[in-house]
């Protein structure tokens, strides 16, 4: 799996805008997953960042590139708090939080609602996504929103001149690590 893969797929989060992204990749084989997730969390642990497997489904591991201190502020939110606890996580512990996303992961075919949180979304967006079951919303981007929708618009600007500018940059040889160090 090549760079290219990460940065256009998480370059808000490479450049410190966003919490986490996650990407579904295929890798040859376990081994080449495990040596590849290695070597980018050696290459980017220093600068925030830390790459983990989420879920291995039908051939492909679903990828999540995230910051840890960001993740840990995200979910001491009141409204994070209250919906994550509400379907079992220990909040106290953002690497067990992790660990029961992981599970919820694998007993579910598709994704947990409460992922949004792991991604850095507003709050009251994926509430209101869990208690309208995704209708209603007023306009989608990155993710439904039902709080308030002109920050949300310019969150979604920024995130795609982010992917645009980091692919300019990667095309011309420029690291996903020295990218990271732009933070």
């Known amino acids: 799996m090549s760079e290219e ?12 805008l966003k ?6 990749c295929r890798f040859e084989s376990r081994a080449e997953e495990c040596h590849t997730l290695r070597t980018m969390n050696r290459q980017l642990s220093a600068k925030g960042l830390r790459v983990i497997p989420l879920r ?3 051939g492909t591991t679903l990828v999540y590139l995230y910051r840890p201190s960001r993740l ?13 606890t ?8 953002v690497n067990r939080c992790i660990a029961r996303l992981i599970r919820r992961l694998q007993e579910e075919e598709g994704f947990p609602h409460e992922i949004g949180l792991f991604l850095g979304y507003p709050p009251e ?3 209101g996504f869990i208690e309208n079951k995704a209708e209603g919303c007023k306009c989608v981007g990155c993710w439904k929103v039902y709080g308030d ?7 979604f600007n920024k995130y795609k001149e982010c992917t645009r500018l980091c692919c300019s940059l990667a095309a011309k040889g420029c690291s ?4 990271a160090a732009c933070f």
């Not at 893969?5 to 410190?16: A, D, E, K, L, Q």
């Not at 509400?86 to 512990?93: A, L, P």
């Not at 996903?176 to 990218?179: A, L, R, T, V």
Request: charged share 35%; net charge positive.
């Open 5 to 16: 893969i990460f940065v256009r797929n998480c370059s808000p989060t490479i450049m410190g």
């Open 72 to 84: 840990r502020r995200d979910l001491k939110d009141q409204t994070a708090r209250q919906l994550l």
């Open 86 to 93: 509400d379907r079992g996580y220990h909040c106290e512990n």
């Open 56 to 58: 291995r489904h039908k």
């Open 125 to 127: 967006d994926v509430s």
């Open 176 to 179: 996903m690590e020295q990218m």
């Open 149 to 155: 929708e002109e920050k949300a618009k310019r969150t």
């Open 19 to 24: 919490t986490a992204n996650m990407f579904s």
